[in-house]
């Protein structure tokens, strides 16, 4: 086990109508006001805006709000939304939503404190953030993690570049979480928001060294827990013990947990998926589907360690004493799983029929360096055979 540190400051608010609480939680923090980002009409709709700027209003906070968030958030409403939180004099952002919110929430956090700077800069490692506005959430989909991690992923739309930054500066002061919020969610919304959740805790899992094996269990158990409640929820959407279990799952993955005590995190798997999504606009869990296990082929075959004891721990392989072979078998099952829950696994089930795979390898090493990955270092050839097999 290697030495660790671990900063988890969110306070989680978590049960059914925990949004009503919103405004008396953010005065707790001596907050007076906020700027309000949400994403499409749902949260209007659903009336749970309504709801929580009725609980502001009751505290006396006052509040701005931009709307107009889209998975893989853009650049340029995090802009706007920085500019709206100097004019307002927001002391505050509160996401309510999901990843995509929370992400392009942080990121305004990060543009709103250093206004003399473009905040793309940070997220093309131009400069490291030094300040952000302090974020809080009230979370509707169970995915990303974002509500209790120290990471954010922003897309330049005018580049096709999606790109993430880590900073222990934006992790929200409160995350309130209800998972009654998530049960209107469409079905392959709630799959894809597995999947991720599951990647989040799969990229921290697979490391060369320090494994600990309490931190392996855990990760371990997690993953089963998301993979169980994914197909109670295919077939029982309404189920709020499985959507609890998500949801609690979902914060987590991310919150860095599920890999104390290794040697790093690998992130190989999301750092292709981020490619994809830019040059394609695809749901990331989606996108996920079809590169992880192209990706856990790759890597069995040149070392099936770790992926044998995925196979045997996660996916009830019975170990033969052929490494690789619990692992290929292991990953046929993941394939399955993902196809259960209606998840796509090759990049034309995503809709891609054609994607020029020069300019995706391209572009994974011109942001990630020549090699990358904490399990197995890869190379542009090496990313180059993931892609053609996920295709």
Request: glycine letters at 10%.
């Amino acid at each position: 086990m290697f030495d660790f540190e671990y900063f988890a400051p969110t306070r989680v608010i978590f049960g059914r109508s925990a949004e009503e609480r919103t405004g008396a939680l953010l005065r707790e923090l001596g907050v007076s006001r906020v700027l309000i980002h949400y994403g499409g009409g749902s949260a209007v709709k659903s009336g749970l805006l309504g709801r929580v700027t009725a609980s502001l209003d009751e505290a006396g906070i006052a509040h701005a709000s931009l709307g107009g968030v889209v998975p893989n958030p853009r650049v340029s409403k995090v802009r706007e939304g920085a500019r709206l939180a100097l004019q307002f004099g927001a002391e505050l952002i509160l996401a309510v939503g999901g990843g995509s919110v929370i992400d392009s929430s942080k990121a305004i956090g990060y543009a709103a404190a250093e206004p003399e700077h473009d905040v793309w800069e940070i997220y093309d490692r131009k400069r490291a953030p030094k300040a952000c506005l302090p974020v809080a959430c009230v979370l509707t989909i169970a995915a990303a993690g974002s509500e209790m991690s120290n990471s954010s992923v922003i897309t330049n739309e005018e580049t096709g570049e999606k790109r993430g930054c880590r900073s222990n500066l934006c992790r929200p002061r409160l995350a309130i979480m209800n998972p009654e919020l998530t049960a209107s969610l469409p079905p392959y919304q709630t799959a894809a928001g597995c999947t991720d959740i599951l990647m989040h805790t799969l990229e921290r899992y697979f490391t060369q060294g320090g494994n600990m094996e309490l931190t392996d269990q855990i990760a371990e158990g997690l993953m089963r827990t998301v993979m169980k409640n994914a197909l109670i929820l295919r077939d029982d959407p309404s189920n709020y013990d499985a959507r609890a279990e998500v949801m609690w799952a979902s914060s987590l993955s991310h919150n860095d947990l599920t890999g104390l005590g290794a040697d790093g995190m690998d992130f190989v798997s999301h750092g292709m998926e981020h490619e994809l999504g830019g040059m394609f606009d695809v749901t990331h869990g989606a996108g996920l589907a079809v590169i992880v296990p192209a990706w856990l082929e790759y890597v069995a075959a040149k070392n099936p360690a770790k992926p044998a004891q995925f196979a045997e721990r996660v996916m009830d392989v019975t170990p033969t004493g052929d490494p690789l072979a619990d692992a290929r078998e292991g990953i046929s099952r993941l394939r399955e799983f993902f196809t259960s829950i209606g998840m796509p696994v090759t990049m034309r089930q995503l809709g891609i029929d054609n994607p020029d795979i020069d300019l995706l390898v391209h572009k994974v090493h011109e942001n990630k360096g020549a090699t990358f990955g904490g399990y197995i270092p890869l190379t542009a050839a090496d990313t180059r055979a993931i892609y053609l097999s996920a295709r």
